[in-house]
Structures are given as structure tokens and as C-alpha cells.
């Protein structure tokens, strides 16, 4: 079956590969690991110089790689462009750190000398998502090129061209073909390609379905695996916030890529006094957005990235309708088998409703009531996601004691969650484990040596 690169906008199939068969995908990692056997021993200087070369090119190509998200999985071409500018920064930083990152560390004991070696492992295979065609994959690439492993990207099957277009910034920028290749492959050879003694490492971020398969498979082969999944992160909004710059962030924060995000603010608990004004809030700012074509300049969201998305999240909408949850903006598709999805909120969400129990990968907002703070930091713990979450209060110690009780990987104060390169990145509970990015991520695939010297 060919792999597409169909333009969700407007339907219209782009490009069409042909799958990769096994003794093709068999020849490319038999080719990444004889690199690996060199790679490994080039100094951290020398990848330094392609890693800097690499994230030039992200930024000179900037306008190129936005068009293809946009085309690909219907990003904005602003959001697209600054998608690749972070992917440069991500590039830079472990260019300029990851020698720090992986230095010996001495360790005291009774022995002469001992310490931490941090050494590469090998061929590590990357499962990535279509949302952020970009920036999830060069997440684990930098890192793990930086740390000398080799890198193999199976990547979503509807963003081919943002896969090869990677491929070849990586190729481009100097580094040896074989050290990064892209597998245009279905899912059907995941499992075969984890079996393989050469495969030393997977990570992979992906719904929890994927991400169970991937690390079952792992586990009968003995292998690592970091797994970033699925989120239903909590805004909490309590009555001292600024309620209109909580307000206004929160409609950014639900529509961050057409809110497929994982990190996207998804449930937003709020205390009682303010709710009526905080819906009103919310549902001003998220009507003042532009929705359309993603190539136009201007548009704030485009579609869904594919048409069964939106009918998936049209039926979870209207389950919880008849479920009981109201509807406080009315939004969604123009017509069943539309990729375009405008902006919804529901209220009234209990427990047993699919708002409530779900995480929904698009633009609806769910509001929960919560009877204080501590009803709201149980609200947000009642999830069996633990990606991110914010607190929203004037009282920043107050915040800052109340992110400590939210149950999950990362939690802001008073602002939008965000990935960054300095501070790690993953979840807890069915949102995944193990970390990306700052010192952490580079550590995840390689061998901690311990080393005594009497």
C-alpha cells in the first residue's frame, strides 16, 4: 500500500510513496549500524560542527519546511515556520552541551578513581506523530547523534515529505547518510525491526494504543524504550488569578496545533465564583481566532490533520452531550468526513462522560467546576494522563505549593506549558516515561558505565 501525503484542507492527495519493503528497511539498518561502529568515535567537537550546520539549515529552510506541515498535516505557515526555528535552537543546544551532558563524572569511593562513563548504545528507532512533523523528531535526533548513537525514523505515514525533507537537512548538513535515515514503512514492520539484535533502543511518542504495542515488543526483546503519550492537561484557574490573561492564554493553550497537542490545555478547572465570567472570557477569545486555509497568511488554526479525526472527535463531543455535558460554544465540523473542526466548549462534565474519562485531540475545551483549590487539585489528579498542567493565581507561592500536588511531568505557574531545550520533557501514569530534552534526554540512550579503578 503506497504511503500518501494528502492535503487535509482540501482533500487532495499530493505525492504517493512507495512502502519500504523488508529487505530494503533490513539493508538501511544493517547500513546505520556498520556506521555506528565510526560514528561512535568521532569527537564531540566534529558532531558539534554538523549539529550547528543542521540547525542553519533549519532556519534557512524555514519557509520550505512550513509549507510541507502545512500541505502535510494542515499547520499555519506562521506556526510551521517557528516550528522549524525551535528545531534550530534544539539543534544549537545540545551542539553546545552535550559534551558537558556526557562528561565523566567522579564518584567517591574507596577505589583509586572511579566514575560515570556515558557511552553510546547503537542504532536507537524513532515512532513518531504527525503533529509536530518537525520538532518531535529532531527532539530524540539531536540528542541522541550528539551522544554518537545512529538514529532510524519511522514517522507517521501522512507526513512523508516532512520525513524526507529531515532526512535530507541531516544529510546536507555533512553528517554520513547512514548515521540518519528515514523509513518509509507502515506500522506492520515496527515489531519485525524491534526484534532485530541491531535495533538497541526505541523511543516513541503516539497514542497509548501505540505506545503499549511498542513497549511490549521492547520488553520481550529486553530493550529500552522512552514513551512520551497521550495528555489531558489540567489549567487550573483559582478565584485570585488574573482571570483575563487566564482567559485569554487559555484559548491559546487549547489551540496550539488546532489543539493536537499533547500538551495543549485540555480540562479547564476553575473555581466557582469565577466560572460564569471565565466561560464568557474563554469563548470571546476563542471566537476572535481565524480558522482556514493553513497556506494563507494569517490563519490562527487550520484543519484536523486527517477527516477520521474530526469524525473521532465529533462522536466523543456528542457522547458527552447525551451524556450530559452542555454546550457553551457551538463549533465543530461543517459536515461529517471534513478535516476542519472549529471550536467547541463543553460544561457540566462528570465523571462517567467521555469528557471526562478521555483525552480530546482538537479544539474543545472542557470546563470543570471545582469547589475550591484542593477540589481543583483533585480534579486534576482524577485523569489517568500526567503530562503537564498550569495553576493560574496571583499568589505565586501559593502556585508554586499547589504545582507540587498536581500529578504530572511538568507544571507551570501562571503561563502556557511549553517544551523547551533546557528542561525535560515526558510524563507519568498512561502519559508515558522516561524524559526528552535538557541533560536527561541525552542520557536516556546511552550505556551508564560505572568504571573502578583500585
Known amino acids: 500500500m503506497p504511503i500518501e501525503s494528502r492535503n487535509p484542507y482540501t482533500g487532495r492527495v499530493e505525492q504517493q510513496f512507495e512502502a519500504f519493503s523488508w529487505p530494503q528497511t533490513e539493508q538501511i539498518l544493517g547500513e546505520a549500524h556498520t556506521a555506528f561502529a565510526t560514528w561512535r568515535t568521532t569527537s564531540f567537537e566534529h ?33 510551521g515556520r517557528a516550528e522549524a526555528n525551535k528545531c534550530a535552537l534544539c539543534c544549537d543546544f545540545y551542539a553546545d552541551r552535550a559534551e558537558e551532558f556526557l562528561a565523566d563524572k567522579p564518584i567517591e569511593t574507596e577505589a583509586q578513581r572511579s566514575f560515570i562513563a556515558y557511552e553510546p548504545l547503537g542504532a536507537v528507532l524513532a515512532v513518531m506523530p504527525w503533529n509536530f512533523p518537525f520538532w518531535q523528531v529532531v527532539r530524540f535526533a539531536a540528542p541522541a547523534l550528539m551522544a554518537g548513537n545512529v538514529g532510524l525514523l519511522k514517522h507517521a505515514s501522512n507526513v512523508p515529505q516532512c520525513a524526507l525533507a529531515l532526512e535530507k537537512i541531516f544529510h546536507d548538513a555533512g553528517f554520513p547518510p547512514a548515521t540518519f535515515r528515514t523509513l518509509l514503512i507502515g506500522s506492520d514492520l515496527v515489531e519485525k525491526l524491534i526484534a532485530d539484535d541491531r535495533i538497541v533502543a526505541i523511543t516513541l511518542t503516539g497514542s497509548e494504543p501505540a505506545g503499549a504495542a511498542v513497549a ?52 479547564f478547572i476553575v473555581e466557582q465564583p469565577i466560572l460564569k465570567e471565565f ?34 472527535l465529533t462522536e466523543q463531543v456528542e457522547d458527552s452531550v447525551k451524556q450530559g ?82 500529578e504530572a511531568g511538568a507544571v507551570f505557574v501562571n503561563s502556557l506549558v511549553k517544551s523547551a531545550p533546557e528542561m525535560p520533557f515526558g510524563g507519568i501514569k498512561k502519559s508515558g516515561y522516561g524524559r526528552e530534552l535538557s541533560h536527561l534526554g541525552i542520557r536516556e540512550f546511552v550505556n551508564q558505565k560505572s568504571i573502578w579503578i583500585a
Open 47 to 79: 558532531r558539534a560542527q554538523l549539529m550547528h550546520r543542521a540547525a542553519d539549515l533549519l532556519r534557512e529552510r524555514a519557509d520550505e519546511l512550513a509549507r510541507l506541515m502545512a500541505i502535510e498535516m494542515g499547520k499555519p505557515l506562521a506556526d
Open 325 to 406: 455535558a452542555k454546550v457553551e460554544l457551538a463549533g465543530g465540523q461543517p459536515e461529517p468526513g471534513s478535516a476542519r473542526f472549529t471550536p467547541i466548549i463543553l460544561s457540566q462534565v462528570q465523571p462517567g462522560q467521555r469528557a471526562y474519562e478521555e483525552e480530546f485531540f482538537g479544539p474543545v475545551a472542557i470546563v470543570l467546576e471545582a469547589r475550591d483549590a484542593d477540589d481543583a487539585i483533585r480534579l486534576a489528579n482524577d485523569s489517568r494522563f500526567g503530562l503537564g498542567g498550569s495553576v493560574w493565581t496571583r499568589d505565586a507561592k501559593r502556585g508554586e505549593q499547589l504545582a507540587r500536588r498536581v
Open 279 to 312: 466561560i464568557t472570557k474563554l469563548k470571546t477569545h476563542l471566537q476572535a481566532l481565524q480558522g482556514g486555509d493553513p497556506l494563507a497568511e494569517g490563519t490562527d488554526y487550520g484543519p484536523l490533520a486527517r477527516a477520521d479525526l474530526a469524525d473521532e
Open 216 to 267: 511490549a515488543a521492547a520488553g520481550h526483546q529486553i530493550k529500552k524504550t522512552v514513551l512520551e503519550l497521550g495528555g489531558s492537561d489540567a489549567f487550573i484557574v483559582l478565584a485570585d488569578a488574573d482571570l483575563e490573561l487566564a482567559a485569554a492564554t487559555a484559548a491559546k493553550a487549547r489551540m496550539i496545533n488546532s489543539g493536537q497537542s499533547c500538551i495543549a490545555a485540555k480540562r
